[in-house]
């Protein structure tokens, strides 16, 4: 019986989570949001994690979305979070750090995986567990995404090894933002140094 009844909490926080963020968030983020959590479900089952926690942080990673540059900005002075340069100059590279916050406080998600995978959702970072990589991954892949030619390869990578998936991902995004003159927060270089050395380290094993 309390399986039953906490499988009936599960979907009806679900619920309230989706209602929630219908009325916050732009539709094509909304739509995005629905993407990532039905991706991170999916690798969750390949990847033998837990699919309610995946399904939900995928809910919750963007939850911050539609709240405004100087709303996130207040909001982490507010709460004393630690803000970068990278972050003051561009604001909204904050949304997964207040995100993880408002997990709790506003949808009452009590759950540390659930908070570091939406933190880390953007940036990443070395050495990912592994509902971090799976939110890490899902919002890269999931199907309105169209923003990588690569895409289809990276698709199929995703449901076999998620480490090369991180790798491949961190040299595309390091990439563009290169090709743009964007900024690369200090964590995205550690974490793909942290990857391309571990890619390495397996090519040399492999090859003794």
């Known amino acids: 019986m309390w399986l039953v009844n906490l499988r009936e909490y599960t979907d009806m926080k679900k619920s309230d989570i989706i209602i929630k963020l219908k009325k916050t968030l732009e539709r094509k983020r909304f739509e995005h949001t629905l993407g990532v959590a039905y991706t991170a479900a999916a690798l969750a089952m390949c990847h033998d ?7 939900i942080a ?12 100087s709303e996130k900005l207040k909001y982490c002075k507010d709460h004393n979070l630690p803000i970068k340069p990278v972050e003051y ?4 590279l904050l949304h997964s750090k207040v995100g993880s916050y408002l997990a709790d406080e506003v949808y009452e998600i009590k759950d540390k995986e659930i908070a570091d995978a ?11 567990g592994l509902l ?11 199907p309105g995404r169209t ?7 990276i698709r199929k990578e995703a449901f076999n090894d998620l480490n090369k998936t991180i790798l491949h991902i961190y040299v595309n995004t390091i990439k563009h933002l290169q090709d743009t003159d964007s900024p690369i927060d200090t964590t995205t270089m550690i974490a793909y140094e942290y990857y ?6 397996g090519k040399d094993n492999q090859t003794h």
């Open 49 to 55: 994690a837990d699919m309610e926690k995946a399904y």
């Open 58 to 69: 995928g809910l919750l990673h963007d939850c911050a979305k539609g709240m405004t540059d």
């Open 89 to 92: 100059d561009n604001p909204s």
């Open 118 to 128: 939406i933190f880390y959702h953007t940036t990443g970072k070395a050495g990912m």
């Open 132 to 142: 971090e990589s799976i939110i890490f991954v899902a919002d890269y892949i999931e």
């Open 147 to 153: 923003h990588d030619p690569e895409l289809p390869v």
């Open 196 to 201: 391309a050395k571990q890619e390495n380290n």
